[in-house]
């Protein structure tokens, strides 16, 4: 499987403020996927990335809020925009794999406080 | 709203036992299954996939789909403490403006006591 690297790792920042999540893959993927997890549930699916393409978001989630960009097909980013405390949450991205279709393996993820 | 629905445990066995752990989905459209294994403070990895009725083994671990009860279950024989974590069932839904999502069911934390 792709080796998936993010950064930063965490972070801790202030309401009303910005940030922007990197994912980086080792390998040319076609779609990448951003999750976030808050504290004790499961994985919610933000939106999907694709190269030479806007973003698609799910239900709840808006461009304004998480804008996402997808340069090539190594590198996409996560902007958390305007952050408030219930933004606190782990932040995802996966990747497609070879391993099956479907298959989608995760990157070690970006834990964010929201003070 | 298409739903996955996972005990939320936890789930406590002996070490060397079968932990046996459930998950039910709500659209019968779905074809792919997947079982994510998440230790604490760490990210979901990939531990089984499968899409056809009936067993699907892989070392310890056995995945076992029932489409018409809409039921999918991990087996993991001779558990040991390292397999302690939580279990996250997960299931492609492939619809109008859907591109194969993955959606998650809550998890379910297995405890396995030396």
């Known amino acids: 499987s792709a080796v998936i690297s993010q950064k930063p790792s965490r972070d801790i920042c202030q309401r009303g403020t910005s940030l922007t999540i990197q994912c980086q893959v080792d390998?040319?993927?076609?779609?990448m996927f951003w999750y976030r997890q808050q504290p004790g549930q499961s994985l919610t699916l933000i939106a999907t990335?694709?190269?030479?393409?806007?973003?698609?978001?799910e239900s709840g989630f808006v461009i304004d809020k998480f804008p996402i960009s997808r340069p090539n097909l190594t590198f996409s980013t996560l902007t958390v925009s305007n952050m408030s405390p219930e933004d606190s949450s782990i932040y995802l991205c996966?990747?497609?794999?070879?391993?099956?279709?479907?298959?989608?393996?995760f990157g070690p993820g970006t834990r964010l406080l929201v003070l | 709203q298409k739903e996955v629905e996972q005990n939320s445990g936890p789930l406590s066995v002996p070490e060397g036992a079968i932990a046996s752990l459930n998950c039910t989905y709500s659209?019968?459209?779905?074809?792919?299954f997947f079982w994510y294994r998440q230790y604490s403070g760490k990210s979901p990895e990939l531990i089984m996939f499968?899409?056809?009725?009936g067993d699907k083994e892989d070392g310890r671990f056995t995945a076992q789909l029932n489409k018409a009860s809409q039921y999918v279950s991990l087996l993991i024989r001779d558990s040991q403490p390292s397999d302690s974590a939580t279990y996250l069932c997960a299931v492609n839904f492939v619809g109008r403006g859907s591109q194969g999502n993955l959606i998650f069911g809550k998890g379910t934390k297995l405890s396995v006591k030396p």
């Open positions: 659209d019968r459209g779905s074809q792919s």
């Open positions: 390998s040319q993927v076609t779609m």
């Open positions: 499968i899409y056809s009725n």
């Open positions: 996966s990747v497609e794999g070879t391993g099956g279709p479907r298959t989608q393996y």
């Open positions: 990335a694709n190269q030479g393409s806007e973003a698609t978001y």
